[in-house]
């Protein structure tokens, strides 16, 4: 019986007085499960790490995703045609924001019991993790992608760094600063 089924059947056999079959009915078929919450950990490192592993696709699209320091760059250069808000507001940050800035997604969320960890974290978007948000993969339809390979696509990090290099002032600025400094830290972790 589908869940719609379930609930008519609630509701008709309340309709009939019998609140107890119903209830029973819905305890039975809908089972509430409370999870306890869990305070997710993930850092810039291990997010950027996530990024890489999934060589900057989105698991849930296959679309291409870029480096979040190569964004921020893009919005400090050109402020007006590429804006970034630090809180994401809609009306202030470029939509490219939303549909290619890569974040790190539960695949089972952890308000469902998912473990806060690397074998349940993903590359996505930004749009598709809030469109997610507390949702199964198979509650929404969607399926879990292969990873990418970062040799077929670094998601403009190699770029970001080159540019930086070539212009060290950007340094000054903190956001820059981060994701340069997690992009050396990780590209020497991988050459070790």
């Known amino acids: 019986m589908s869940d719609s089924e379930t609930l008519a059947s609630v509701c008709r056999l309340l309709s009939q007085g019998s609140a107890d079959s119903a209830g ?3 305890g039975r078929e809908m089972p509430f499960q409370p999870v ?3 305070t997710r950990k993930c850092t810039q490192r291990q997010a950027l790490g996530v990024f890489r592993r999934d060589g900057f696709l989105c698991r849930y ?11 921020r760059l893009l919005s400090v250069l050109w402020p007006e045609q590429f804006p970034f808000h630090t809180n994401w507001k809609m009306g202030e940050t470029h939509l490219a ?21 690397t074998t349940n974290w993903v590359t996505t978007s930004q749009l598709r993790n809030s469109a997610k948000s507390n949702w199964l993969l198979g509650e929404l339809g969607w399926t879990l992608r292969p990873a ?24 000054k600025i903190p956001a820059i600063k981060s994701w340069y400094h997690a992009l050396r830290r990780a590209n020497l972790e991988s050459s070790a």
């Open 24 to 26: 029973a009915l819905l």
């Open 36 to 38: 306890a919450p869990v």
């Open 61 to 71: 699209s296959g679309e291409r995703l870029i480096f979040p320091g190569t964004l």
């Open 148 to 171: 990418g390979d970062l040799r077929d696509w670094d998601g403009l990090s190699g770029w970001f760094l080159e540019y930086v290099e070539a212009h060290p002032d950007l340094l």
């Open 97 to 117: 924001y939303w549909r290619l800035y890569p974040t790190v997604d539960h695949v089972v969320p952890v308000a469902r019991g998912g473990p806060d960890d």
